[in-house]
């Protein structure tokens, strides 16, 4: 029994690890739009139901980011719509011009605003859907998530270790 619980705890821990890891990663793979880009794809957490019917609040949508040549008129994509002066918005749009402006810039006439291919995030095509997780990962990404679910649990182990690790130099002198 003793064997079973003590499997059971590692699996825990081990599944705990994980998660901190990725989170972590997560948060630090923020990009200047405060949003997770890990490598071609990027993390977005639908959060408002603005994107409905394709997406439903709460779900993380995993975009890939293809290359600017690849994306062809009358696809829909992902894009930041905003400045600086104001927050960005995810929206989605379709496209409907396309015109190199030079050999790695692309600008794109979506909805009717030119965008430049630096704000677009990915087509709808080559995205995955999670329902539900991204709820999930913005507790976790969020400062007090983050805070109660990775650092004290963090914070805790190290402390007991430390504990431990006390008792056993003591019971190891006492017995000298």
């Known amino acids: 029994m003793k064997s079973v619980l003590n499997v059971l705890k590692n699996i825990g821990i081990g599944i705990w690890v994980v998660i901190a890891i990725f989170v972590t990663v997560c948060l630090l793979s923020y990009n200047e739009f405060n949003v997770a880009k890990i490598g ?18 709460g779900d993380l949508a995993i975009v890939k980011r293809n290359s600017d040549r690849k994306i062809e008129i009358g696809d829909k994509v992902f894009y930041y719509n905003g400045n600086k002066a104001n927050e960005f918005l995810i929206n989605i749009g379709e496209v409907s011009d396309k015109e190199f402006v030079t050999n790695t810039e692309t ?70």
């Open 107 to 176: 600008s794109f006439r979506i909805n009717d605003q030119v965008i430049s291919g630096q704000y677009v995030i990915g087509e709808l095509d080559d995205t995955k859907v999670v329902n539900n997780m991204g709820t999930v990962l913005s507790v976790f990404t969020s400062r007090w998530g983050f805070m109660f679910l990775i650092i004290l649990p963090t914070l805790f182990a190290l402390v007991y270790e430390i504990v431990y690790i006390v008792g056993e130099v003591k019971k190891v002198q006492k017995d000298a």
């Open 40 to 57: 071609d794809n990027t993390l977005l957490i639908i959060d408002n139901d603005e994107l409905e019917p394709d997406f439903m609040e």
